[in-house]
Nanobody
Framework: QVQLVESGGGLVQPGGSLRLSCAAS????????MGWYRQAPGKQRELVAA???????NYADSVKGRFTISRDNAKKTVYLQMNSLKPEDTAVYYC????????WGQGIQVTVSS
């Protein structure tokens, strides 16, 4: 059974930081591109950041320079370090694993508000 379990979300003030984690089980983690997506109320789900098998990374323009994605293949975990958070970063964040199949986590709320 494949599971992607996110943690680390919550409420933070503008300018603050959070680190999201996604622990994977049931997949050969090292062959999957791992990504973080987010969905704000009334908006479509969008790619935030992704880390490929070769550890190449790409980011949405809106988060470049503020967010960093990283992966630990030994721990089967992908991280998203989010700095300088803005109210517009408020969303449900989803972990994603993609190879020949695609899997999603259950999502975790991130709220940026004073």
């Amino acid at each position: 059974q494949v599971q992607l379990v996110e943690s680390g979300g919550g409420l933070v003030q503008p300018g603050g930081s959070l680190r999201l984690s996604c622990a994977a089980s049931g997949i050969a983690f090292s062959i999957y591109t791992m990504g973080w997506y987010r969905q704000a109320p009334g908006k479509q789900r969008e790619l935030v950041a992704a880390a490929t098998v070769g550890c190449n990374t790409n980011y949405a323009d809106s988060v470049k320079g503020r967010f960093t994605i990283s992966r630990d293949n030994a721990k089967k975990t992908v991280y998203l370090q989010m700095n300088s958070l803005k109210p517009e970063d408020t969303a449900v964040y989803y972990c994603n694993a993609q190879a020949n199949y695609m899997y999603w986590g259950q999502g975790i709320q991130v709220t940026v508000s004073s």
